[in-house]
């Protein structure tokens, strides 16, 4: 008989729900105390599908939560000294928070300059480089949003991080590189970045008790790259087109799931998994900016 193993699935959705409770109590607190109601602003640049998507769901969760919001779209032939002088306006405007840029943006614009220009006390996506650094002060600013959401997953499902063998495959400025650091910071883990130039990434991820992965190529990770028993965190969301698919496109982790799961003690999907988790943490950092700035 096939020895059936079990996996608890890392629902993203219903740990999100219970973080945007926590936010719409904390909001109508706030409201009792007479205190401010957090304020988001989004600025969207061009018309690209999945960024509006993405924007819908951020200002979807400002209305669960009960958070102020502003939406500022802009077309994507705005000239970078244009979007910088809006920004600027943003930084100073004392009743907006916190507020994001949506990427990607188009060619022209330099995603550094504009990331840089925002206030860090504002920079609740946590992309700026005064961000990226707070990772390993005592007392973090905002922490980068998506792997503060994977960190939240762990702690919310009592994965123990400390002294475990971590591989972070992926070594991106906005998840892979601030993962890793704060998997070594807060959670004591022993980390291994790899990237697109690692030689035999296999050799590397069967290593990993727990595994990390945030590339954007779906299927990277096959059943043989993964450790009996590991956790496996799936970063990645690719959009794949086709007619099979409702809305004509499908999201994609990098990991073969239906492979994989059968091997790991935890897993999330994709979708459901880590993506809820970054609106969630998007909101944590407004909620979290708002009481900085008013305290
Ligand atoms: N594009 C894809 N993900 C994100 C995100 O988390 N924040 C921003 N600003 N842009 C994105």
Do not use: W
Not at 63 to 88: P, Q
Not at 119 to 146: C, H, Q, W, Y
Not at 187 to 193: D, E, I, L, P, S
């Amino acid at each position: 008989m096939v020895d059936e193993k079990t996996y608890t699935l890392i629902d993203g959705r219903k740990i999100a729900a219970q973080i945007k409770e926590e936010i719409t109590q904390r909001v109508q607190e706030l409201k009792q105390e007479g205190k401010k109601v957090p304020h988001l602003a989004i600025i969207l640049v061009g018309d690209d599908g999945a960024s509006q998507t993405y924007v819908d769901h951020k200002v979807k969760a400002c209305k669960e939560v009960g958070f102020h919001y502003t939406m500022m779209r802009f077309a994507d032939t705005i000239s970078e000294e244009k979007l910088l002088k809006h920004i600027d306006q943003v930084n100073k405007d004392s009743d907006v928070d916190g507020f994001i840029v949506q990427l990607p943006l188009p060619p022209h614009i330099s995603v550094e300059r504009i990331t840089e220009h925002i206030r860090p006390e504002k920079d609740v996506d946590g992309f700026t480089n005064r961000n990226f650094g707070s990772i390993v002060s005592k007392n973090p600013l905002l922490m980068p949003a998506t792997p503060f959401g994977v960190m939240e997953l762990f702690k919310r499902y009592n994965i123990e991080t400390e002294g475990k063998s971590c591989v972070v495959v992926g070594a991106s400025r906005l998840v892979g590189a601030p993962l890793s650091m704060m998997l070594i910071e807060h959670g004591r883990a022993t980390v291994t970045v790899c990237h697109k130039y690692t030689v035999n990434l296999a050799h590397f991820t069967r290593q990993a008790d727990i595994l990390v992965v945030a590339v954007g190529k779906p299927g990277l990770i096959t059943a043989d790259m993964v450790k009996e028993g590991a956790v496996v965190i799936d970063v990645g969301t690719t959009r794949v087109e086709g007619p099979q698919f409702k809305n004509g496109y499908a999201l994609k982790g990098d990991v073969d799931f239906t492979a994989v799961a059968p091997k790991c003690s935890f897993i999330t999907p994709v979708p459901g998994g880590v993506g809820p988790m970054t609106i969630a943490s998007l909101l944590l950092n407004t909620l979290r900016a708002t009481e900085l700035r008013n305290p």
